[in-house]
């Protein structure tokens, strides 16, 4: 359960700078083999169940197929033109695949972090985190929280505004403009309640003595020890490490060329 | 954060709660547009990204309205469950920036329709940039890339500054924003009328 | 002499749109140490802008003006710092769905804790105490949005006595809930006071369920003025006639004690407020007039067979069978989460069954258009704000005549007639949203009668209601009924259903237990009657009271 007990400011903290690395490399092997080591975390140490990660998983799949096919074909010029790859019956540069592989493999590498992240952290907690490591103001914390709550009432009250509109005899829309109106006609009463919510929710949270201020007790306490900093420091240096592996192997590309 | 009213902070939140429903509503058809027409297809509406600082700005008028607005919305955004994690408040802060730009501009004085899609395009801007490093669009040709700027200028302008105003003048309409300040604009239109 | 718990002393408050009328206008009175007070006042007459003026949210977050002084325990509100008067004075409001702010319970009591900068290893043990109050230790862990509308409010009374105020302000806590969770939270109260000590003021547009609880009352009116300050006994005999003109909530046995001096019987001295007072007078009494005239109409409306209903693979619905005939009024009664709103659903077509069938005049129910389902069936949301979809009253009601592509004249004349039936005549140009609760109800009937719908379908109308907009809303079904509307409702209300309803239908686990006529419903015994949630009439309880009387006399 190491990875679910990292604290959440940090494992965030961590993801983004991966994030960041990743975004400057333009080969396919970093973040191929990053991908793999992501998964063998999620999966393997913090035995995270197969199946419901796939389930997750599957729909970047379409939103890297779609990166790889459009950047194949709205491809920059390319520097080498000549060294070609055959695909789907047509001869492509093989920088160009190369670089599209790349792409379509960040996508899916910057999914399977944000997997990591969110399976193995409890929202709340990282909320509560973020004011206890990362000076987040209070007041926006919890109204964030209190803003979160209302996600399963809003997603009810969408469907029982749509079912409430049909008994009224409102037609399927056929034209953009009723599609917009239609539309209109859900967003305004599910705003108007969500903002008469807000107000009495936090009228409610001031009644409790709420004033917004740093200074207060925390019933869930977060802290930050060394096996935070080891998670951090370990994570950024097995991307580099791999970094400097593809590079050795001659693969690690900057963007327009090669380290 | 003092200057900020905790009801504030809520209507933000539960703004952002109602789009992100409403979003995630629409997420399938993106993620098949993307499947079938590449990062373009997304372009159209990415202005929905936006629409909830163009609301908050709108109808709180304090400065820093788009900016906090847009980082609340990202970080339901991804309580929420959506894929990009704790990107996503980072991204949020970006596009946020875009929006309050140009209201910044106005002094936060001028809240009209004009300067409601100009909003809606500040975010497209920088949010265009950042997706530019993050996704490496800067692979793509040149004149792809500027196609996929302007459709998200047009839909920052139409989604987010156009939908946006006409969507809170409908909820100002029934009342409930009596205490916030588009409420009390309203109000003064009607009595003057 | 020991200082007032709260004095407040020449209270008036505007706000900023209308300088004019005061929302509170003059309040002057006083609470003592471990008083209680229960303000009463109709819907409208400021109640929650005092609660908010008590535990000091008001002048901070007010847009207006607020003249006078609130002290607590002497020191003028003014004088305390942002936040520190909310801890003496705890608040728990009337809607069990917005007063929380984190997932799970223990967090939302330690929300409060933090907030007051109680030490972390204190917590626990603060919020299983505060737990135990209210008999919800077992809850802990839960997270709230899994809890029932009572269990909330109890979870949100918890949350403020964890805090430990020496004054507690409930703000109409009962009434977003049934009768069954209102009247439990009444008795934790009362537990709660044997326990603990406190002032309490309860601020409420009805009296039943208080009357054991609290003996002093101050009302108002609709200006925001007090009218009486002193036994709450002597207030409702004095002001009789003028509570009920104003709304509120009598207790049910005065409402029959009022009618039986109207009908010349008897004359009180004192009103009785609990039936059991009521029933020791020596009266003979024989029922009130009954607005219902049963119709012998066969017809058959609607027709449903074997009919099931899922949810997310649970079993809302079992293989119900039921004929729906024309004339008739139908009270659906049951437990919450026996299955009510579904059903009712599935007969307004609004969901499919996942078996069986409904014909509706011998017609298949799938066979028929969307468009021509909804001139027979109108179907009554319980939020009518759901069902609002334009930005006026007229065109709200105009709307579907427009769909039928009626002459504007045509629609004009139908558009008065129905607004006139529901008393919003003159209302043409308000947003529907800025109606009171009432004329709201009101207006969202009047869309689904403006076809002349053959069946209509309400899901708890009266829920929440004042008194004045619950007697003009059945006022309006009665008139519709006449017509030869069948009425089918869902209610907790069994005074209601005692007055109109001509059959009933008892639901538990997503069947129909029971399908016979009110007064056949009465007779059962006690313990079948609390199985299913259902208490007796007021009338009829009186009723059997007085038998037992005369049947003890004469052994």
Redesign the interface.
């Known amino acids: 359960m190491f990875i679910h007990n990292v604290n959440p400011s940090i494992k965030a903290i961590t993801i983004i700078l991966s994030v960041l690395l990743l975004a400057l490399v333009f080969d396919p092997i970093t973040p191929f083999l990053f991908i793999i080591w992501i998964w063998f975390l999620t999966i393997g140490v913090a035995k995270i169940n197969w199946k419901k990660y796939l389930l997750y998983f599957s729909p970047f799949l379409i939103f890297a197929v779609g990166m790889f096919w459009s950047n194949l074909i709205f491809a920059n010029e390319p520097i080498n033109p000549n060294a070609a790859i055959t695909l789907f019956g047509r001869d492509f540069p093989t920088e160009d695949v190369n670089t599209a592989l790349s792409l379509s493999l960040r996508i899916l590498s910057f999914a399977s972090l944000s997997l990591l992240f969110l399976l193995t952290t409890n929202i709340v907690h990282f909320i509560l985190s973020l004011m206890q490591q990362c000076k987040f103001p209070p007041k926006l914390a919890y109204g964030i929280l209190a803003g979160y709550r209302f996600s399963p009432m809003i997603k009810d009250e969408l469907f029982l505004i749509r079912s409430a509109h049909r008994v009224r005899g409102v037609n399927r829309a056929k034209t953009l403009k009723e599609g917009f109106n239609q539309y209109k006609r859900f967003a305004v009463p599910l705003l108007a309640s969500s903002i008469r919510k807000a107000e009495r929710t936090a009228i409610a949270m001031e009644s409790k003595g709420f004033t917004g201020s740093r200074d207060r007790t925390f019933y869930r306490q977060f802290t930050v020890t060394t096996k935070d900093w080891i998670f951090l420091l370990g994570m950024v240096a097995v991307l580099l490490i791999l970094i400097i592996m593809s590079w050795q192997l001659g693969y690690f590309k900057w963007y327009n060329g090669e380290l | 954060m003092k200057n900020w009213r905790l009801k504030e902070v809520i209507v933000m939140a539960t703004l952002s709660v109602v789009f992100g429903v409403i979003y995630l509503a629409f997420l399938p058809i993106g993620g098949v547009l993307v499947g079938f027409m590449g990062p373009i297809g997304y372009e159209p509406i990415f202005g929905i990204w936006f629409i909830v600082s163009i609301i908050a700005a709108y109808i709180i008028r304090k400065p820093g309205a788009a900016f906090i607005s847009e980082t609340i919305a990202a970080t339901i955004e991804f309580m929420l469950g959506n894929a990009l994690g704790p990107i996503l408040m980072l991204v949020g802060m970006i596009q946020g920036i875009g929006a309050e730009a140009v209201f910044a501009a106005t002094r936060w004085k001028i809240y009209s329709l004009w300067v409601l899609m100009l909003a809606g395009m500040g975010s497209a801007v920088t949010s265009f940039i950042w997706g530019m490093f993050q996704n490496g669009y800067i692979t793509f040709a040149p004149n792809y890339i500027l196609a996929m700027f302007v459709i998200r200028l047009i839909s920052g302008a139409l989604i987010a500054g156009l939908i946006g105003k006409v969507l809170s003048d409908a909820v100002a309409k029934t009342g409930v924003l009596s205490s916030f300040a588009l409420g009390k604009e309203y109000k003064k239109r009607k009595k003057a009328a | 002499m020991s200082i007032p718990r709260i004095r407040v002393s020449q209270l008036k408050l505007f706000y ?2 209308d300088q004019k009328q005061p929302i509170l206008d003059e309040l002057n009175f006083e609470l003592k140490d471990h008083e209680n007070l229960l303000i009463l006042g109709p819907s409208g007459c400021g109640k929650s802008t005092l609660t ?1 003026c008590l ?1 000091g ?1 008001y002048p901070r ?1 007010l ?1 207006g003006a607020m003249q006078g002084d609130i002290s607590i325990n002497g020191v003028s509100a003014n004088n305390f710092a ?3 008067l ?2 003496q004075v ?2 728990v ?1 009337q ?1 069990p ?7 799970t319970v ?2 939302e009591v ?11 290893t204190e ?1 626990d043990v603060r ?1 299983h105490e505060a737990l135990g109050l209210v008999n919800m230790t077992a809850y802990k862990e839960r997270v ?2 899994t809890l029932s509308g009572g269990q909330k409010q109890k979870l ?1 009374l918890a ?2 006595l964890a ?1 430990e105020p020496e004054i507690l302000v409930l703000d109409e806590p009962t009434a977003n809930l049934d009768p069954k969770a209102a009247k439990e939270f009444i008795q934790t109260l009362d537990q709660l006071q044997q326990k603990k000590q406190f002032s309490l003021i309860v601020i409420e547009h009805q009296l039943d369920g208080w009357v054991s609880l609290i003996k002093r009352s101050i009302m108002m009116n609709t200006n925001g003025q007090i009218f009486f300050d002193g036994i709450l006994h002597d207030g409702i005999n004095q002001h009789r006639d003028r509570l009920e003109k104003l709304g509120i909530w009598i207790p049910r046995a005065t409402k029959i004690a009022l009618a039986i001096e109207k009908q010349g019987a008897y004359f009180f001295n004192t009103l009785p407020l609990t039936i059991n007072e009521l029933a020791s007078y020596p009266i003979s009494y024989n029922g009130l007039d009954k607005k219902k005239t049963v119709k012998a109409d066969k017809r058959l409306l609607l027709k449903a067979r074997d009919i099931s209903w899922s949810k997310r693979n649970t079993s809302i619905i079992k293989q119900t069978n039921i004929d729906l005939y024309h004339g008739q009024f139908v009270a659906v009664l049951g437990a919450n989460g026996s299955g009510k709103s579904s059903l009712s ?1 599935l007969l ?1 077509g ?2 499919k069954p996942s078996r069986g069938t409904i014909h509706l005049d011998d017609r298949p129910m799938k066979n028929w258009k ?2 021509d389902l ?1 001139k027979k069936i ?2 009554v ?1 319980q ?1 009518p ?5 334009a ?1 006026s009253v007229f065109d709200e009601v105009a ?2 005549l427009r ?1 039928q592509e009626y002459s504007e004249r045509e629609i004009n004349n139908r558009v008065e007639k129905i607004l006139n039936q529901c008393q919003l005549t003159g209302f043409d140009d308000y ?1 529907p ?2 109606l009171s609760q009432g004329q709201k109800r009101r207006l969202s009937v009047a ?2 009668i403006v076809d002349d719908q053959s069946l209509l379908i309400l899901d708890e109308p009266t829920f929440g209601q004042d008194a004045h907009s619950t007697k003009q809303l059945l006022h309006l079904l009665v008139e519709r009924y006449n017509q030869g509307t069948s009425i089918v409702m869902i209610t907790h209300d069994m005074d209601i259903v005692h007055h109109y309803a001509d059959r009933v239908l008892v639901m538990e686990k997503g069947h129909i237990v029971l399908d016979t006529t009110p007064e056949q419903l009465w007779n059962y015994p006690v313990g079948k009657l609390n199985q299913w949630q259902l208490e007796l009439p007021k009338e009829v309880e009186l009723k059997q009271l007085q038998q037992k009387d005369v049947g003890y006399v004469h052994t």
Do not use: P, W
């Open positions: 900023e749109d908010h535990n949210l977050e847009d942002s936040g520190e909310s801890l705890g608040v409001f809607d769905e917005t007063q929380f702010c984190m997932l223990a967090d330690a929300f409060g804790l933090e907030n007051k900068g109680i030490a972390t917590m919020i709230i949005s949100a949350c403020i805090l659903k307004a609004i969901q969307e468009k909804r109108g179907y949301f939020n704000e759901h069902q609002f979809i930005d709307f579907s769909l947003h949203y800025t869309t689904m």
